[in-house]
């Protein structure tokens, strides 16, 4: 029955012990399936790729920012988690607007989600179960930041939808936040340990929010005029040449 559930060697998992006022309140990770303390809680019956994309939705702060309108005490459990609005798998074979023409929304997550998962070569079972059989990436601090930023301001568009959306939205929400912008901009504004932390590093300066915004907006540009998104990552996600040299293979514990 276990297997069944849980097919492959990894396992996806979202952290219970938490709080409204940390730094971040929903944080989901890929681990290689091993036992696991009963704060950790696991998410069955997904392949692979879903994994990804289920984990990369939970990561993002349009996802967190809905975490702590629920989260009253120090536990994400279970009856809080099924309540919170997570993306159906539907959404993600839709055609990503912004992106070339033959390419989902799926298509766009997954290189993303997987460079950020597999870092270590106790996932590979993992990265094979998504179709990459290349080491496991390099850990490059530039790099991830530049790909959270990109799916969280996907995850915005996910969440908020378009113009047309906003306008049908109630009266009241419209006249304080008068567009899809304002939103997100509202939203990075309640992660003050966050910004806290980008000023203190970056001579005041809120650089997640900023970038994040900044690349929502390029979406958005992209999809009004149908050229597509360019992403600032060079080589692109997921690209081999940014994954570790075979020669760091541990002797154990990989198989």
Not at 16 to 35: F, G, H, Q, V, Y
Not at 99 to 117: C, G, H, Q, Y
Not at 215 to 221: A, G, I, K, V
Request: glycine content about 4%; overall charge neutral; hydrophobic content about 40%.
């Amino acid at each position: 029955m276990l297997t069944k559930r849980f097919p492959g060697n990894w396992f996806l998992v979202w952290r219970d012990i938490t709080c409204a006022t940390n730094e971040r309140t929903s944080i989901a990770a890929l681990i290689p399936k091993r036992p696991c303390a009963h704060t950790l809680s696991l998410v069955d019956s997904l392949s692979a790729e879903n994994a990804l994309l289920f984990a990369a939705c939970l990561n993002s702060f349009v996802d967190d920012f809905c975490a702590r309108q629920k989260v009253v005490g120090t536990h994400l459990n279970h009856t809080i988690w099924k309540q919170l609005p997570v993306l159906p798998m539907a959404v993600y074979v839709q055609h990503c607007i912004w992106a070339t023409k033959a390419e989902s929304f799926k298509d766009w997550i997954v290189p993303r989600a997987l460079e950020l998962s597999y870092t270590a070569w106790d996932l590979k079972g993992f990265a094979k179960d998504c179709g990459y059989g290349d080491p496991p990436f390099r850990w490059n601090d530039k790099r991830r930041f530049l790909l959270r930023c990109e799916l969280d301001a996907l995850f915005f568009h996910l969440y908020l939808g378009s113009a047309q959306d906003w306008a049908n939205q109630a009266t009241a929400l419209r006249k304080s936040l008068c567009s899809l912008r304002d939103a997100v901009f509202y939203i990075m504004d309640t992660f003050p340990i966050v910004k806290k932390r980008d000023e203190q590093e970056h001579e005041g300066h809120y650089r997640t929010k900023d970038t994040i915004l900044e690349m929502y907006d390029e979406m958005s540009e992209a999809a009004r005029t149908g050229v597509p998104y360019q992403t600032r990552l060079n080589p692109p996600p997921a690209d081999p040449s940014v994954a570790q040299s075979a020669e760091t293979l541990p002797v154990l514990g990989v198989s």
